[in-house]
């Protein structure tokens, strides 16, 4: 794939623009952007975003055509079956907000996410492949029963008493092992911004396998360096987790 002068001069531009603070988080959300400057997707998404930075990307990718701004980074969705009541697990569920630059094709999904969209609606729109979004949900899900189950054993059932200790931020041991399903996405399929559930990482021909595949074509055909890079990450990796 080739990209016409116009969207080369803009993407030239953009790419160096820093906008996530961690330079692998950057360039792996650089791709998002690419592949929705090319058609491939219908809207990118850069979280924990520098505003000035965003602000310089947006009026770039705004000139061509697409509709890019700040909005608020997508919820979580809360919507799994949890066996604690309703007035305990609210006490743990963190509904604060932090602003996070969309790129979309359409106006249509940009409506849609300025009213706020949870994770599993961003998901859809960012073309995650839905057995990972589930998975993340799933994940959401087991961390919070963990806290929840540490904070019962500490301070009691009385939600009063569970959200002055999270006020007082009064720590506890949280029994959670998190199955480390982000390194080996990022060994196995840099090129993709979401984190593969477990059928994802261990079977061949999957979703996200052929996500990473389309996307690192894209890249290796117009950005040689940021697919280098990313390459490169990968199997850095790789070697940590299987030295
Ligand atoms: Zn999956």
């Known amino acids: 794939m080739r990209l016409d002068k116009k969207t080369r ?125 589930d998975r993340n949900q799933r994940r959401h899900a087991d961390f919070e029963d963990a806290v929840v189950r540490s904070y019962l054993q500490k301070f009691g059932s009385d939600p009063d008493d569970l959200a002055r200790a999270i006020a007082e931020e009064r720590k506890v041991l949280v029994n959670y092992d998190p199955v480390n399903e982000t390194p080996r996405t990022r060994a196995q399929f840099p090129f993709v911004q979401h984190v593969a559930c477990e059928s994802c990482l261990t079977a061949e021909d999957t979703p996200t396998a052929v996500l990473n595949s389309e996307y690192e074509q894209l890249v290796a055909g117009i950005d040689p360096i940021l697919h280098d890079y990313l390459a490169g990450v990968g199997k850095a990796t790789a070697r940590e987790l299987f030295p």
């Not at 219908?42 to 701004?69: C, H, M, Q, W, Y």
């Open 9 to 133: 001069k803009v993407w030239e531009q953009a790419r160096t623009v820093l906008l996530a603070e961690h330079p692998q988080h950057d360039a792996s959300e650089h791709v998002g952007l690419l592949s929705v400057m090319v058609g491939l997707r219908s809207v990118a998404l850069f979280l924990d975003i520098d505003e000035p930075n965003a602000t310089k990307v947006i009026r770039l990718v705004n000139a061509l055509g697409l509709t890019a701004f700040t909005a608020n980074d997508p919820t979580v969705a809360y919507k799994w079956e949890s066996a604690h009541p309703p007035e305990i697990t609210e006490v743990f569920r963190d509904r604060s907000l932090c602003k996070g630059m969309w790129v979309c094709q359409n106006r249509n999904d940009a409506r849609l996410i300025r009213s706020g969209i949870t994770q599993i609606e961003a998901g859809r729109l960012l073309g995650y492949p839905q057995c990972c979004i």
